[in-house]
């Protein structure tokens, strides 16, 4: 316990409880409690070690655990079933249905939940047998949609900058039949039925 200003050595101060706010990427925010040394003479305020790293890792890791059934969920109103996800990722049957439950969830599950909730179309590159070729069309045709999705004040943005410019000029002169046949060349994934 500390019994004198870091600052200024004076006896006259107050140890003063606080919140603060710790990300957490995908998932709510974890408050964390903290404490702090305000010395009354020399007005500094001194912020203390109120929990250990490990403590405060334990509590962002069990927030981003919370997180996983709600990101798969989202990964399901995409269209994507937990069963069509297991064969795609090669994961053994039911294991989505125990992430969903808080129970096996990994660092790795957690991160492999956010990828798919965030472009839950890796799960067709996951089915093409991660195809390089087939990704990139893939991420692509994503990057296009949304481009054609913002106001064409951001669209005019994307278009003049050289990183977009192919993607953009794709967005504006493609039709949505002609983005369909690039995708349709690469060898669709059999799906098997359970």
Not at 95 to 105: A, D, L, P
């Amino acid at each position: 316990m500390i019994t004198k200003c870091p600052v200024c050595d004076s006896e006259n101060i107050e140890i003063k409880k606080d919140f603060r706010t710790l990300i957490v990427p995908l998932a709510e925010p974890v408050q964390q409690e903290i404490s702090i040394c305000h010395c009354k003479d020399c007005m500094s305020d001194i912020l203390l070690d109120s929990e250990s790293k490990k403590v405060v890792q334990s509590r962002i890791l069990e927030r981003a655990k919370e997180s996983v059934p709600t990101l798969l969920k989202k990964v399901n109103e995409c269209g994507y079933s937990d069963s069509r996800l297991e064969r795609a990722l090669g994961l053994a049957p039911h294991t989505i249905n125990r992430w969903k439950q808080g129970t096996q969830v990994s660092a790795a599950a957690i991160a492999l939940s956010r990828f798919v909730s965030i472009l839950p179309e890796l799960t067709l590159v996951a089915e093409a047998g991660f195809d390089e070729s087939y990704a990139r069309a893939a991420i692509l045709k994503k990057t296009v949609d949304k481009i054609k999705a913002v106001d064409s004040s951001v669209r005019s943005f994307y278009l003049n900058t050289d990183v977009f410019k192919a993607a953009g000029i794709m967005a504006i002169n493609n039709a949505a039949s002609n983005e369909k046949a690039e995708l349709s060349s690469f060898a669709q994934p059999a799906l098997m039925e359970v």
